[in-house]
């Protein structure tokens, strides 16, 4: 039973580019939540999504933006590259009825130049 | 606003000492989970425990256990006998209420690195 998984692994971007991350829930999973997790600091919430709607959102600007699918699987963009959007973004899943246990994938590595 | 404090930055033990993390939270609601999550050097965090603000119960996991005290808003973590393979960073973790069947975003701290040295 494959968990969440993310792609790309890792990627280089430059600045003011765009990029599009990519996360497949858990099997049974209906709900997709991305994290931002700067070097040294804990996870940060960017975004949750159910339905195929946004349903919770932090504290990130309109660059960062969000989809889900038929399928449930998510996608994360974010527009205009900062050098401070490098992060490994994680991409977590749950079921509604999970109570409340968020399943994570191993992260795409976001470096920005 | 919901915080979680993690103070020990770093913490390095020989291996089969015990260790405990320690966390710190705050929050205004009355009704909340905690949790803690590792995070190996290949990323992925997993699950350890979660625990609700009703629940003040210590809990025993084999070498795992978490002492939780709502009157200090500490929930702390507590390895026994560590081993080598414990080395990860370790984050606590708070979320508010669970409403509407949905899982609630995560406040988390800024982690604890723990090497466990042989």
């Known amino acids: 039973d494959a968990g969440v998984t993310q792609s790309p692994t890792h990627l280089i971007k430059t600045r003011g580019q765009q990029v599009t991350l990519r996360c497949s829930p858990k099997?049974?999973?209906?709900?997709v939540s991305w994290y931002q997790q700067a070097l040294g600091q804990g996870p940060q919430f960017i975004f949750q999504?159910?339905?195929?709607?946004?349903?919770q959102r932090g504290n990130f600007p309109d660059r960062f933006s969000g989809h889900q699918f038929p399928n449930y699987s998510s996608e994360l963009n974010v527009n205009a590259l900062l050098l401070g959007d490098s992060a490994l973004y994680l991409c977590a899943s749950s079921s509604r009825t999970g109570a409340n246990v968020l399943t994570f994938g191993a992260g795409s590595r976001l470096t920005v130049l | 606003a919901q915080k979680v404090t993690q103070a020990q930055t770093e913490i390095s033990v020989v291996e089969k000492e015990d260790v405990t993390l320690d966390c710190v939270y705050e929050t205004r609601d009355t009704t909340y989970y905690l949790f803690w999550y590792k995070q190996p050097p290949s990323g992925e965090l997993v699950f350890l425990i979660r625990?609700?603000?009703?629940?003040?119960q210590n809990e025993i996991s084999g070498r795992y256990s978490w002492n939780f005290q709502k009157s200090t808003s500490s929930f702390n973590f507590t390895i026994t006998a560590s081993q080598v393979v414990d080395s990860a960073v370790y984050f606590c973790?708070?979320?508010?209420?669970?409403?509407?069947?949905?899982?609630?975003?995560?406040?988390f701290g800024s982690g604890t690195q723990l090497t466990v040295l042989p």
């Open positions: 625990r609700n603000s009703f629940d003040e």
């Open positions: 999504y159910y339905e195929e709607e946004e349903r």
């Open positions: 099997s049974g999973h209906d709900t």
């Open positions: 973790a708070l979320s508010e209420e669970i409403s509407s069947g949905s899982a609630r975003q995560l406040t």
